[in-house]
């Protein structure tokens, strides 16, 4: 029964973004000063300093700084707040939008923090249709969204390469588009929202999916061509995402640092041409060292809001059996689900 689930919700998602993502508008190191920072309680709400853990010792677990404040300084404020400071020839990996849609990340949210590294912008090419399944539509896409101010690298415009999934079950090794290799540090900024597959795209997805050749986004749907039936069971789906995440982990080390930005919280992703506005209040930047306790703690946000229209966003969750990715991002030893959540608000 869930094999047929999973099939279905694939196989409407990529109707969706094939059909609608063709329409719409023209083609698409330094450490926080410890004085500003607030202990939050992990379900949301600023709280006294001594609800600050998601669970553990606090010398145990992951810190996530968080921000309030959906401003270029705020990104800022949280990148500082990590203490690892990008360094040579730096990767900003981001969605830029599908033709048609509204809610990517602005550009404007992100310039101050991408000129100061001197960063590219990264992605990789799509497996569905859409006004992104090739370089030079994938470039003009971008450039109509207003990514214009840095470099634009589709990473698997020249093929692809293979890094291994150490202790990997469902796949041995993530297929990536070739350009990967010309980086030594990367930035991922993810637009957190829902997802019509995962249930939720945050990190996970922004860097498993996102970095992914063609070829390897099939590998991640269980397709070699999109012609063929996507069959892959939705756990295996997600065991697949949290492989691809490992590898690229695994292989950067202490030269990634992961950002996760609530806003526009749709429940559909960028890559839909006709994605459903948000119906949940912005919530603010959140930044860690750690990808699962970020994507934790940025499902933990959701279910926090007082806004009740969270209610859309959680049911896309639950239906697709989101928070699975986590549970198997943990069990690969990608990063734990405990967190000590930090505001950098002062």
Same mark, same amino acid.
């Given at each position: 029964m869930r094999k047929k689930l999973h099939i279905l919700l694939v196989s409407l998602f990529f109707l969706t973004c094939c059909v609608y993502g063709s329409l719409g508008a023209e083609d698409e190191g330094i450490i926080q000063d410890q004085q500003s920072t607030t202990n939050l309680s992990f379900i949301g709400e600023v709280s006294e300093p001594d609800s600050q853990l998601s669970g553990g010792n606090a010398q145990d677990v992951p810190t996530v700084y968080m921000t309030k404040n959906i401003t270029p300084e705020g990104l800022m404020s949280v990148y500082k707040a990590l203490g690892r400071e990008a360094t040579g020839k730096v990767a900003i990996k981001l969605h830029m939008g599908e033709l048609g849609n509204t809610n990517y990340l602005s550009p404007d949210l992100i310039k101050d923090l991408v000129l100061s590294v001197n960063g590219t912008f990264v992605d990789s090419n799509t497996f569905y249709g859409g006004a992104r399944n090739n370089t030079p539509m994938h470039l003009q896409v971008a450039k109509d969204?207003? &990514?214009?101010?840095?470099?634009? *690298? @589709?990473?698997?415009? *020249?093929? !692809? @390469? #293979?890094?291994? $999934?150490?202790?990997? $079950? +469902? +796949?041995? !090794?993530?297929?990536? %588009? #070739?350009? /990967?290799?010309? /980086?030594? &540090? $990367? @930035? #991922? $900024?993810?637009? &957190?929202?829902?997802?019509? @597959?995962? %249930? &939720?795209g945050g990190t996970f997805k922004n860097l498993a999916i996102g970095l992914a050749s063609v070829k390897g986004k099939g590998k991640v749907h269980g397709a070699e061509t999109l012609a063929d039936a996507f069959i892959t069971p939705q756990p295996e789906f997600l065991e697949n995402v949290a492989e691809y995440t490992k590898a690229v982990a695994d292989d950067k080390g202490d030269k990634i640092v992961y950002i996760n930005v609530l806003n526009n919280l749709s429940v559909d992703c960028d890559c839909d041409g006709r994605a459903h506005k948000a119906e949940l209040a912005d919530i603010g930047i959140l930044a860690s060292l750690d990808p699962v306790a970020l994507d934790k703690a940025s499902v933990d946000q959701i279910y926090a809001s007082p806004d009740e229209g969270k209610k859309h966003l959680i049911e896309r969750i639950e239906a697709r059996n989101g928070t699975l990715v986590l549970d198997d991002a943990e069990k690969l030893g990608v990063g734990s689900q405990q967190y000590n959540l930090v505001s950098v608000d002062g």
């Open positions: 969204h207003g &990514f214009t101010y840095a470099p634009v *690298d @589709i990473l698997d415009t *020249d093929g !692809e @390469i #293979s890094l291994p $999934i150490n202790g990997g $079950i +469902q +796949q041995k !090794e993530a297929i990536l %588009g #070739s350009h /990967y290799k010309n /980086y030594d &540090f $990367i @930035i #991922s $900024i993810a637009h &957190f929202k829902g997802h019509a @597959i995962a %249930g &939720f």
